[in-house]
């Protein structure tokens, strides 16, 4: 699915130039669930930025699936994240101003997806993280397990082939975090997704197939773990 | 739909700031109405105006220049009618022959406001190119004055003068001139056949002032004329108070003591087209350089009185606050809508990553914008209505003066040593009008015009920042 070769990314700041990633390679399979652990400031958002082609690299190449992320124009690369590439945000990132249901919504709209699918698809989502009930809810009305869940469902309901999700639970009451990490393990698992998950929580780390930890813009991965979801999703 | 629903979501939840975006663009629309209505109200109040004075479908009228006045001592060498108070008591001069005036009357048609003008230019105008149609008119004042036996001694009053305006009216072109203003309220016009009768309209406030129906008599230098018909004119004011045939007008009528015969001093002049109208203006001008050449549009810079006060008010002070106010409305709103864009960068840094293009971020954010505009446009008109309401309600007719001096001029001095007193009765065109701000269809495009430009403006600043927004930038962002 992915593959990153000395893959570079640099911020200036000032004068200064910051280096967030450096030299990093790495590949990433269809249907993997790999975990990036780090401490704040070394890289990992931006790694996942460059995953989600919301950034590109200074220097070195992102393909997914066979595209180099960097090299695509503005269009495409919006067209691909429309179609295959599902965010999860720790603070949701939902818009206030739209119910649960809307919020869904807004992921098919780039698609063109007619309304009457649209709604199914919708509903279908909602359902499957649990929160039909609270589909016409805003989401100040929402706790804040329910938030996140509505932010999976708005990820998942165009059917993407990758979850990138930053701190999903980084927000959330241990309770709700496991909530959470066992609804994104279900649906990994149910649909075959390749999820990519930024976390400070080892315990979660624990849980995903292999498991990077990102040091002064450099990651080191494991090797699949075995025993954990991962294994068993083979 | 789900456009709109987002639409409708997020002005409710910006409910204050949009109330307050639209006011402003209200405001600004608003008064752009109020002003361009009363601008109408007082072009229609001008237009009213010169038709009172010049005639329906009068496009350029020609008078001639102003004559020269006799100087007190000249004497009547030039032919004037003069009347003198002197050693020998008081006299009347006509061409250099003076006589005894004490007791005697003195009636005079004279167009002493007016030199005259040759009727063979009326002929020349009308070959000018462009030019539709001419008619020929004389403005003339009757005046008459009964000299008191004791005139001349010491401490007698000045004479008071009677006087009436007369228009000569070419009856072969009665659709030029003042008289094709009017609605006959009684009897009938002059037509054709009456070139050389002794027929007279009368207009309705002179006819009502002195009593006079159809088949009354108007005397005119002595002479009788019946009266045919009564006339209306659409505006109170000073309107010719009688209409006599032109031909009748010419044999009567003097200019310094000179017959009128082949003379008018106004010539009234329709062009091809509105558009034609400077050139033809131009073309008269050329063709007789001495005389007044006058269209509706510098007649109306000649006009003095409250409308033009009213008319610099509108379109100056009025434009220019309008101006201000917009730019003002456009500027808060340009400056409220980035402030909420800013405030939703964590937003549309979503929507990006959610695979929402550029350009459909930026139509949702123009949406908004469009969205307060028009509501702020027609808020504006509403506005604008009720000033206009308002103004029409509250403002008082305004007045419309052209001066002119006209009639015989009067000299008198006390004798031998004595200071010189003269004196020329002067009559001035003065029209009342009300004031009517009526909103235009024009006012109403400019007010739509107006919002979506406000609206426009002020989503383009948003938009520029969403169009520069990095997608990873906005989602770092604090919310």
């Known amino acids: 699915m992915y593959q990153l070769t000395d893959v570079t990314k640099l911020y200036v700041k000032g004068r200064q130039t910051v280096p967030a990633v450096r030299d990093l390679s790495l590949q990433i399979d269809d249907g993997q669930w790999l975990a990036i652990q780090g401490r704040t400031g070394h890289g990992k958002s931006t ?24 090299r695509l124009g503005e269009s495409e690369v919006t067209r691909l994240r429309a179609r295959s590439i ?17 919020n869904v919504e807004a992921a098919l709209i780039p698609l063109g997806v007619g309304t009457a699918e649209r709604r199914r698809r919708v509903s279908a989502a909602l359902d499957s993280v649990a929160l039909a009930d609270r589909a016409r809810h ?8 329910q938030q996140q869940r509505t932010a999976i469902a708005r990820a998942l309901v165009k059917e993407p082939k990758v979850l990138l999700a930053d701190e999903p639970t980084g927000n959330l009451d241990e309770d709700t975090r496991d909530e959470i990490i066992n609804l994104l393990e279900k649906l ?47 | 739909m789900f456009f709109v629903t987002y639409l409708r979501r997020e002005l409710r939840r910006r409910m204050r700031q949009a109330i307050f975006i639209a006011l402003g663009l209200a405001v600004g629309i608003g008064l752009v109405v109020t002003v361009t209505a009363a601008s109408a109200g007082v072009r229609k109040a001008q237009s009213q105006v010169l038709k009172s004075l010049y005639g329906v479908g009068t496009d350029i009228t020609v008078t001639g220049k102003a004559p020269k006045a006799p100087t ?3 004497g009547t060498s030039k032919g004037g009618q003069t009347f003198q108070v002197g050693p020998g008591g008081a006299q009347v001069c006509t061409n250099g022959k003076c006589h005894s005036a004490a007791g ?27 030019v539709k149609a001419v008619a020929g008119g004389l403005a003339l004042t009757d005046t008459s004055v009964t000299i008191p036996k004791n005139f001349g001694k010491p401490g007698s009053p000045l004479p008071t003068p009677n006087s009436f305006n007369v228009q000569g009216v070419d009856t072969s072109h009665l659709s030029l001139g003042p008289l094709s203003a009017g609605a006959i309220s009684a009897g009938r016009s002059l037509r054709g056949s009456d070139a050389t009768s002794y027929v007279a309209v009368v207009d309705s406030g002179y006819a009502k002032t002195h009593k006079l129906k159809v088949g009354s008599v ?6 009788a004329f019946t009266v045919i018909g009564i006339v209306a004119q659409p505006q109170s004011g000073s309107p010719p108070q009688v209409y006599i045939p032109l031909a009748r007008a010419q044999a009567l009528g003097t200019a310094l003591g000179k017959s009128l015969k082949n003379d008018v001093n106004t010539i009234y002049v329709t062009a091809d087209s509105a558009a034609d109208i400077p050139a033809v203006q131009r073309q008269i001008k050329s063709l007789l350089p001495g005389d007044t050449v006058t269209s509706a549009s510098s007649l109306a810079s000649q006009v003095t009185g409250s409308l033009s006060s009213t008319a610099r008010l509108a379109n100056d002070f009025g434009r220019w606050l309008s101006v201000v106010v917009l730019i003002a409305a456009f500027a808060v709103a340009s400056l409220l809508t980035m402030a909420a864009v800013a ?35 027609a808020a504006g008109v509403g506005l604008g209505f009720g000033g206009a309401t308002i103004i029409t309600a509250v403002a008082p007719r305004l007045s419309a003066t052209i001066a002119s001096s006209t009639g015989p001029r009067i000299v008198s001095g006390g004798g031998p040593g004595a200071a010189t007193r003269s004196f020329s009765p002067t009559i001035s065109h003065t029209v009342a009008v009300p004031m009517s701000a009526s909103v235009t269809t024009a006012a109403l495009v400019a007010a739509v015009i107006l919002a979506v430009v406000g609206g426009l403006l002020a989503g383009s600043f948003g938009s520029w920042r969403i169009a520069r927004l990095r997608p990873a930038d906005a989602l770092a962002r604090v919310a």
């Open chain 1, 188 to 234: 990994w698992r149910e649909r075959g997704l390749t999820l990519i998950l930024v976390t400070h929580d080892s315990a979660i780390a624990q849980r995903a197939q292999r498991v990077g930890v990102m040091s002064k813009g450099q990651l080191a991965v494991g090797p699949p773990a075995q025993g954990t979801a991962g294994g068993s999703a083979g």
């Open chain 1, 86 to 102: 599902g965010f999860i945000f720790q603070t949701f990132n939902l818009v206030p101003t739209l119910s649960a249901a809307e």
């Open chain 2, 218 to 223: 108007v005397r005119i230098v002595k002479h």
């Open chain 2, 72 to 74: 007190p001592g000249s």
């Open chain 2, 104 to 130: 005697q009357s003195i009636d005079h048609l004279g167009s002493d406001s007016y030199s005259p003008i040759s009727r063979s230019e009326v002929a020349a105008i009308a070959r000018l190119r462009h």
């Open chain 1, 138 to 145: 805003l989401p100040g009305e929402l706790s804040g397990g």
């Open chain 2, 343 to 377: 405030r939703r960068v964590r937003e549309f840094g979503t929507l990006k990553a959610l695979g929402w293009r550029t350009r459909r971020i930026i139509a949702q954010v123009m949406g908004e914008s469009l969205a307060v505009g028009v509501i702020g446009g």
């Open chain 1, 47 to 70: 790694l996942l930025n460059l995953l989600g082609g919301l950034d590109r690299p200074t220097s070195g190449s992102v393909r997914f699936d066979g595209k180099d992320l960097g």
